[in-house]
């Protein structure tokens, strides 16, 4: 126990599933609060422009859509990280990975000569390759020279993105574009559906979902999950055991960057059809899905709800731009705040906070 002014501290060994769920809603709520004032700074009542986004987007069903399309490829790059964190890598690059995979969706769309009905599916699995490969580079690094986990998959976004403005900018700029900075638009068999009534393309939506499934599965119950588990919790107790850390470090990125790639195939076979710059394919995703991750807290099925959550504020951005009049980036606002508080809070997940006056024998203990 300890003391902390005029609170103990009393640590929980395990934590129940009710206090992480409690302590993620008071953070997520605090958040909300702690983002009142840029609602005033921009001359609008917070809680109605609160109530305003939730009109807006509850108010039909194609408004509704757009967090679900904004959601897609945050389960598949949250799922990603939270498979990355349960084994303690540090996966900062989804942003990346994300590009990755889109890049090579988009050299099958428009540059492989395969029978029109495999493009799709060829597009899926060279994309995954794709953002397996970017994850694969920073696990080597790690394995083989001891290099940090976050420095590398966070430089790795980085070097991506340039490479994708090479693309757009030079060798793969479309003629036909006349002059824009994207390649040419994608063939029909190149672009997914959607929903009737949306721009969700269903297809990623269910595989996000299944993959979430899958993913929790392989941890709940495969050999491989178990490993996992381990070098997470006690990587030299893992070594102990056995355990090749290399292997299981290669596996889980291979799935983990993986998953961020099928996104980016998805945002450019079902939202644009053909390679954007960066900032227009991604929207920073794989970034936001960091904190879709943390606020899963190790649970690939969590990573669903959470990332329908931050799909809620993609799509109240975009509200807020178009009838509040307010900047899109104020979603990052949003993000941050989430973010900062669900670090902050963990504190109540692993201690048990008591008011020192009413604990007098735990206080005279810690004076001895």
């Known amino acids: 126990m300890r003391r902390l002014g005029p609170f103990l501290l009393e640590p929980r060994l395990s934590p129940p599933r009710s206090v992480v769920f409690g302590v993620s809603i008071l953070a997520v709520v605090v958040a909300l609060l702690a983002a009142a004032p840029v609602f005033l700074g921009y001359g609008l009542s917070p809680w109605q422009a609160y109530a305003k986004i939730g009109r807006g987007i509850f108010g ?91 420095i590398s998959t966070l430089m790795m976004n980085y070097v991506m993105g340039y490479i ?53 599965f392989l941890l709940a119950r495969t050999r491989l999950g178990y490993e ?16 090749n850390f290399a292997v299981v470090l ?20 079902g939202i644009h059809w053909r390679l954007r710059s960066p900032a227009q394919v991604s929207m920073n995703y794989g970034y936001t899905a960091i904190i879709v991750a943390w606020l899963a807290r190790g649970s690939p099925v969590a990573s669903i709800f959470t990332a329908l959550l931050f799909g809620l504020i993609f799509a109240a951005g975009d509200y807020m731009k178009t009838t509040l009049g307010l900047p899109f980036q104020i979603t990052g606002v949003f993000n941050g705040l989430m973010l900062f508080f669900l670090i902050g809070f963990d504190i109540l997940m692993f201690w048990r906070v008591r008011i020192a006056q009413r604990e007098k024998v735990w206080t005279s203990q810690i004076g001895s």
Request: overall charge positive; charged content about 10%.
């Open 60 to 150: 039909s069903w194609p408004s509704f859509s757009e967090v679900l399309r904004r959601a897609t490829p945050l389960i598949l790059c949250g799922v990603g990280l939270t498979l990355a964190f349960r084994a303690q890598f540090w996966n900062i690059g989804a942003e990346g990975q994300l590009l990755a995979g889109a890049v090579a969706a988009t050299g099958v769309a428009l540059f492989l000569p395969v029978p029109e009905g495999l493009r799709l599916p060829l597009m899926f699995l060279f994309g995954f390759l794709a953002g397996a490969i970017w994850g694969l580079i920073p696990a080597f690094l790690r394995v083989k020279l001891g290099v940090n986990d976050v």
């Open 164 to 216: 994708v403005e090479w693309l757009v900018h030079g060798p793969w700029k479309g003629p036909t574009m006349r002059g824009f900075a994207y390649t040419d638009a994608f063939p029909l068999s190149a672009r997914l559906s959607y929903l009737p009534g949306t721009r969700v393309h269903w297809l990623t939506l269910f595989l996000g979902v299944v993959l979430a499934a899958a993913v929790a």
């Open 250 to 269: 290669s596996l889980v990125m291979i799935i983990s960057g993986g998953l961020a790639g099928l996104a980016g195939v998805g945002e450019v076979a």
């Open 228 to 243: 996992i588990r381990v070098v997470g919790q006690n990587p030299d107790a893992g070594r102990y055991a056995g355990i």
